[in-house]
Structure formats: structure tokens, C-alpha cells
């Protein structure tokens, strides 16, 4: 990105305000952007996270509804 910020997508699984979807939310380092991607599954939401990023694994202390996070 051009003004060198990091682009994290946060994948949630059924959070409070989507409670039929898998939900997965830019973040621009720490700042959340209107950025919002719906899918009914897991796998079809990853289908739709923009290609050439990585995957990492929900850490012990993130929130329940925390799936993954994508770099």
C-alpha cells in the first residue's frame, strides 16, 4: 500500500452483528475500515480474501468468535 500501512483481514465466525456468516473485516494496522466480506462458509469466504496474503491461526487469548487472521 502506498501509505505504508498493513492490511489485516480478520475472519470472525458468526459474530453478534452477521449471525449467519462467516465475516472477515479489513483492518489498516490498527485502524477498522467499512471493509466487510460475507460468506456462508468458512471456505467460501477464503475464496474471496485477496490472493498473496498469509494465513495465521487464532491465538489462545483472541476473542471466541476470532477464526484466523490474514497478512
Do not use: S
Not at 452477521?18 to 468458512?42: E, I, K, Q, S
Amino acid at each position: 500500500m502506498t501509505d505504508n500501512r498493513l492490511p489485516i483481514w480478520t475472519v470472525y465466525e458468526h459474530p453478534l452483528d452477521y449471525p449467519g456468516a462467516f465475516v472477515a473485516r479489513l483492518w489498516l494496522n490498527a485502524d477498522r475500515t467499512d471493509t466487510v466480506l460475507t460468506a456462508p462458509t468458512l471456505a467460501a469466504l477464503r475464496a474471496l480474501i485477496p490472493p498473496g496474503l498469509y494465513r495465521m491461526a487464532r491465538q489462545e487469548q483472541d476473542d471466541p468468535v476470532i477464526v484466523e487472521v490474514w497478512l
